[in-house]
Nanobody, 127 residues
Framework: QVQLVESGGGLVQAGGSLRLSCAAS????????MGWFRQAPGAEREFVAA????????GYADSVKGRFTIARDNAKKTVYLQMNTLKAEDTAVYYC????????????????????WGQGTQVTVSS
């Protein structure tokens, strides 16, 4: 059984940085396309960033392009989200997601394309 556990969330001032981590157990991590999503209170879960199984292809939501960077370390079975120049509107619960059906440079941006989800980590940006 695959488990995803996020960490690294917290409270930060606007303009600051945080790095989220998502550690996987079970399954073969190097075959998983991985993604980060977020959900603010009263809003739907939205795509943030995604990465192909080997890390060679990435995608970002327009709202975070140039500020966030997704990366993975398959040896450590961990995916990261480096978040810089944070804004108040980045406040949300951030979720890690993984799917074993990724092929080559594939990454996904829709929630239904992911089979496994973590429980989330809260990011709060104060203005």
């Amino acid at each position: 059984q695959v488990q995803l556990v996020e960490s690294g969330g917290g409270l930060v001032q606007a303009g600051g940085s945080l790095r989220l981590s998502c550690a996987a157990s079970g399954g073969i991590f190097s075959t998983y396309a991985m993604g980060w999503f977020r959900q603010a209170p009263g809003a739907e879960r939205e795509f943030v960033a995604a990465i192909s199984r080997a890390g060679g292809s990435t995608g970002y939501a327009d709202s975070v392009k140039g500020r966030f960077t997704i990366a993975r370390d398959n040896a450590k079975k961990t995916v990261y989200l480096q978040m810089n120049t944070l804004k108040a509107e980045d406040t949300a619960v951030y979720y890690c997601a993984g799917d074993p059906r990724g092929r080559g440079s594939t990454w996904y941006w829709r929630t239904y394309e992911y089979m496994y989800w973590g429980q989330g980590t809260q990011v709060t940006v104060s203005s």
